[in-house]
């Protein structure tokens, strides 16, 4: 069975940086686009990250550039991202997507909900002093 397994979160104070991974069984995520979403408390779900299958192109929100990486180890299965300088407002549960259905132009798209067939259940991150 195809699943997304999310790990990494907790809390943090503010500055401080997490990696979050997103793990996948029952299948290989080397054809895939994996997305990173949050939701933070209050607010819709919204696009953090993209990385493409081939780790080449990847794009970010305005509100985590520069601060957050995605990379990806499809030899170990796993999708990361790294999340450095944390803000209050990163506050949120994250969760990771997959989807062969990704536009390697570099769409906006990449960035949507509606572009991902698989998720996971997601990790809190909390970040406060």
């Known amino acids: 069975q195809l699943q997304l397994v999310e790990s990494g979160g907790g809390l943090v104070q503010p500055g401080g940086s997490l990696r979050l991974s997103c793990a996948a069984s029952g299948f290989s995520l080397d054809y895939y686009f994996i997305g990173w979403f949050r939701r933070a408390p209050g607010k819709e779900r919204e696009g953090v990250s993209y990385i493409s299958s081939s780790g080449i192109r990847t794009n970010y929100a305005d509100s985590v550039k520069g601060r957050f990486t995605i990379t990806r180890d499809n030899a170990k299965n796993t999708v990361y991202l790294q999340m450095n300088s944390l803000k209050p407002e990163d506050t949120a549960i994250y969760y990771c997507?997959?989807?062969?259905?990704?536009?390697?132009?570099?769409?906006?798209?990449?960035?949507?909900?509606?572009?991902?067939?698989?998720w996971g259940r997601g990790t809190q991150v909390t970040v406060s002093s």
């Open positions: 997507a997959a989807t062969q259905r990704g536009y390697y132009s570099g769409s906006n798209a990449n960035l949507r909900e509606s572009t991902y067939d698989y």
